[in-house]
């Protein structure tokens, strides 16, 4: 097998993610960049389709920040309890739809500085929001990416931090909001953390690590 350079494989991953998906729809249901924030927040430890199945009572409850805040945490927590984590999930709903009243006039920010400053929002969640609600050039990197990156061979697998930075210096600013959801799509139907047949990954079988392919190999 030739070896490719980080540059080859960065390319040889972009083709074949374009061709297996020109479209890149967002998994999480949303209709303004508020639902989007709270989609993303629910969705920590948890799935995406779980959170679209949870979101509709929610926001049929309160979809703006203003109605948002008036609600009781016993209720937001009473609804959003499938996703994991509620106790803080809906004290962290309701203090953020506070803020969002208190000090940018009930609109969510269009800067990382001031998303990161909300409770519950940490950096992914921020990026998710700066990408896919404002089109700002982000890479969110969630389980999946970290997993496909270090697969891959383009990071160490030392933390997202790192994984972050080698993505954006190896991939194109201009193709990072729809290729972070392109490797997530990937990573979810042909290179899963468990179970993976290495016949169907064929960015595995061409740009893996050879102990990731040796790991997957038939014995």
Partial sequence: MVTMTKKEKATFIMSTLDDLYPETPIPLDHSDP?????AVLLSAQCTDLRVNLVTP????????PGKMAQQSIDDIQHIIRPCGLSPAKSKNIHRLSEMLMEFHNGIVPESFEALEALPGVGHKTASVVMSQAFGVPAFPVDTHI?????????????NVVQTERDAKRLFPREKWNALHLQIIFYGREYSPARGL????DILLLRCGRPAEIRKWTAP
Avoid: D, N, V
Wanted: hydrophobic share 45%; no cysteine.
């Fill in 57 to 64: 009572a929610l926001f049929q409850l309160a979809s703006t």
């Fill in 197 to 200: 047949k290495l016949e169907r």
């Fill in 146 to 158: 970290h997993r496909l990156m270090y697969r891959w061979g383009l990071t160490t697998g030392k």
């Fill in 34 to 38: 508020f639902t989007l924030l709270i």
